[in-house]
């Protein structure tokens, strides 16, 4: 099933999400709110990292289409 989040581009997802973190650390979020926030966060969260994996596999796929036989791995800062 898809979502609204998921419909969202890698910009405004991180932009949501940079939002919703900047609200839940005021400090003036009742509780119930701050539990729905932070599940919403982790979904934007999720969107972004699919986004950036997504991104990732088409730098490899168009690496290897210009070297030809020859593949490079793409390094992210999470393998690091």
Same mark, same amino acid.
């Given at each position: +099933? #898809?979502? &609204? #989040?998921?419909?969202?581009? %890698?910009? /405004?997802?991180?932009?949501?999400?940079? /939002?919703?973190?900047?609200? +839940?650390?005021?400090?003036?979020?009742?509780?119930? $709110?701050?539990? /729905? &926030? %932070?599940?919403?966060?982790? =979904?934007?969260?999720?969107?972004?990292?699919?986004?950036?994996? $997504? /991104?990732?596999?088409?730098?490899?796929?168009?690496?290897?289409?210009? $070297?030809?036989?020859?593949?490079? =791995?793409?390094?992210?800062?999470a393998?690091?």
């Open positions: +099933m #898809e979502t &609204k #989040e998921s419909k969202l581009s %890698f910009e /405004a997802a991180l932009t949501q999400l940079e /939002a919703t973190v900047e609200t +839940m650390e005021s400090g003036d979020v009742p509780l119930a $709110d701050l539990l /729905a &926030k %932070f599940e919403h966060g982790t =979904k934007l969260l999720k969107v972004c990292e699919s986004r950036l994996k $997504d /991104a990732e596999l088409k730098i490899e796929q168009l690496k290897k289409q210009k $070297d030809g036989v020859s593949f490079t =791995k793409f390094e992210t800062t393998e690091s």
